[in-house]
Structures are given as structure tokens and as C-alpha cells.
């Protein structure tokens, strides 16, 4: 993972943290925020199973296959989430950003916007990427929502793309940014943060 390293990214309201095992009692506290592991379109570890999952990804941090960070609140000081760099092709300089979530009281607010903020400049600016992208559960209507409120363009459907822990076969909407539209996005999100001293943008 020569290319692709542990990195701390801090905006306003929100800090990205590399991963580690000692988040483990923040984010069983932020998981039961809305018992996330309950929806069955994505894929939250429950409290009893945080600590089989920040291991798990931890592993194939190892392996060089993503990077995960802990998503920390400025302001309680606390995680409130998780969110990786998935995907990678160091050849190709193209990643994912995937496999995030956060706690329920802390969604549609600035958090998600910062975090993405940092995570495409660090990706586009310091990593030169070609291109970021997103999968989503063609099912999670509210994840395919905020991406697309990110400015990201719709590439296409993988049908019968993944199997769920419950059985069922989904298709994935696939969705990327390019390095030459990031200039664009980059402002329209900054403007977006901008709108929440006013409001939260839904």
C-alpha cells in the first residue's frame, strides 16, 4: 500500500482517523443510533459484532485491499461512523469511496459532506486519482440520494451484483466522479457546506 497510506484529514465539524481497534466501544454506542445493522439494503455490523468487523477490515487493510478511517465528531470527540478507500487500483490511480456509515442522529447533517470533502481532495489532490466511485444497494434509496446530491454521475446498473447476508440478490448502482469534473464538485460541495449555517441541505 506504498501509494495508498494511513492519513488523518480534519475539516470543521468532522475528523478522519485511521481506523483502529480502540474505536470500538464509540462505535457499538453510535451503531444502536437508529439500530443500523437492522436495515437489511447495506450491510452495519451490530454491537456484539463491531469488533469481528474493525478487525476485519483492519485485515484486509493489511492485505492492501482498502483503508478504513473512523469518523470522529469535532465536537463530542467521539466515532460516529466509519467510512473506507475501497476498491483500489494503484496502477490505475482509481478507488472507491464505500462500506460508510453513521449514526442516525448525525446523518443529513454537515458530517457527510465534510467527510466526502476531504476523502475526494485527499483522493483527486494528493493521491492523483483518475477517477473515485460508489456502489449502492439499488434498494438504499437514501444513499443513492446523497450521492447524487455529491455531484457524482450515474455509470450504470450491475445487475444481481451482490448477494445480502439475508439471501436476497440485488443490483448495485455504480456512480463516479472524474478527475477533470472534480474541480466542479468541489466547489458545488463547498458551497453545500456553506447553506448548512443556514439549514441542513436534505
Known amino acids: 500500500m ?19 481497534i480502540d474505536h470500538s466501544f464509540d462505535l457499538m454506542e453510535a451503531v444502536q443510533d437508529g439500530e443500523l445493522w437492522r436495515l437489511w439494503y447495506t450491510v452495519v455490523p451490530s454491537p456484539e ?3 469481528d468487523e474493525i478487525k476485519r477490515r483492519l485485515d484486509l487493510q493489511h492485505s492492501g485491499l482498502l483503508l478504513p478511517f473512523a469518523v470522529i465528531d469535532n465536537k463530542t470527540r467521539k466515532a460516529v461512523g466509519m ?23 448525525v446523518q443529513r447533517t454537515a458530517i457527510n459532506t465534510e467527510c466526502k470533502l476531504m476523502l475526494l481532495t485527499h483522493a483527486f489532490e494528493t493521491l492523483k486519482c483518475i477517477a473515485v466511485g460508489y456502489r449502492v444497494n439499488s434498494f438504499n434509496l437514501n444513499s443513492r440520494r446523497a450521492v447524487e446530491r455529491l455531484g457524482a454521475k450515474f455509470d450504470g446498473i450491475m445487475r444481481n451484483f451482490r448477494v445480502m447476508p439475508n439471501g436476497t440478490v440485488c443490483d448495485f448502482y455504480m456512480y463516479s466522479t472524474t478527475n477533470s469534473e472534480w474541480p466542479t464538485v468541489k466547489i458545488n460541495l463547498q458551497w453545500k457546506l456553506e447553506q448548512y449555517v443556514f439549514q441542513p441541505i436534505r
Open 49 to 51: 459484532k463491531m469488533q
Open 83 to 105: 467510512t473506507t478507500y475501497c476498491t483500489i487500483d494503484a496502477s490505475s490511480k482509481r478507488l472507491d469511496i464505500g462500506w460508510t456509515w453513521y449514526q442516525k442522529s
Open 2 to 20: 506504498s501509494w495508498l497510506k494511513p492519513v488523518t484529514l480534519k475539516s470543521d465539524s468532522v475528523t478522519l482517523v485511521p481506523l483502529t
